[in-house]
């Protein structure tokens, strides 16, 4: 089944400790891209990705790291969590990155920081 | 950064026709027009897309005018499992999906 998979689903950790959602798509989209979601504040980018090794910063991506080694995975890396980064993430991929290209999501993680 | 504009929300009574509409402003010559609909707890799923003029499939149909500077969603016959939050998000590379429309369909 085409689908884009996110772990964890739910995660509850402490300010400090470095944390990586992982994400990974099985359907050989170039593209890849991560968001969160907050109540108020909609759905905001936070990076993205236009193939393996090419990254970049979307609306909302101080505190956060990304990397892309392989076109299937690209994992979320928190390096020093803080409790604003509380919040609902969301990986998504789609063939390409240019108009006209629809994007898949996955399932969501959702994370608090105390 | 091209971004849209949607009202916050709108409520509407099973069997009715709903309407939701996008402004475009900065919209860009080879961008195409694409609409998402996000159900609590679970991640936003492609409804509809289009260039330009009318386009229907099975769930909605998606007015576009001739300047592209707006488009209106349109779902026909509104049941309570089509509650949920809809995006016009501007195309390309950067994907902006603001707040979306809260769409309540009433008994």
């Known amino acids: 089944e085409a689908q884009v998979t996110q772990n964890p689903r739910y995660l509850i950790t402490v300010t400090g400790k470095k944390l990586t959602v992982t994400c990974s798509q099985n359907?050989?989209?170039?593209?890849m891209s991560w968001y969160r979601q907050d109540p108020g504040l909609g759905l905001r980018q936070i990076y993205y990705?236009?193939?393996?090794?090419?990254?970049d910063k979307g609306d909302v991506p101080e505190g956060y790291k990304v990397s892309r080694k392989e076109k299937r995975n690209f994992p979320l890396i928190l390096e020093s969590p803080s409790p604003n980064q509380t919040s609902l993430y969301f990986c998504?991929?789609?063939?390409?990155?240019?108009?006209?290209?629809?994007?898949?999501f996955g399932p969501g993680t959702r994370l608090t920081v105390l | 950064l091209a971004k849209t504009t949607q009202p916050i929300s709108m409520d509407s009574y099973e069997g009715q026709e709903v309407n939701i509409t996008c402004s475009h402003n900065?919209?860009?010559?080879?961008?195409?027009i694409t609409w998402y609909q996000q159900f609590p707890s679970q991640g936003p799923r492609f409804i509809i897309q289009?260039?330009?003029t009318k386009v229907t499939n099975e769930v909605a149909s998606l007015f576009i005018p001739a300047d592209r500077k707006s488009s209106t969603l349109s779902l026909p016959r509104v049941s309570l499992s089509d509650t949920a939050v809809y995006y016009c998000?501007?195309?390309?590379?950067?994907?902006?999906f603001g707040t979306g429309t809260s769409l309540t369909v009433i008994p």
């Open positions: 359907m050989n989209h170039e593209y």
């Open positions: 900065n919209i860009a010559t080879n961008d195409y």
């Open positions: 289009g260039y330009k």
């Open positions: 998000p501007p195309d390309g590379n950067q994907f902006y």
């Open positions: 998504a991929s789609s063939p390409t990155g240019t108009s006209g290209s629809e994007q898949f």
């Open positions: 990705s236009m193939n393996v090794e090419v990254t």
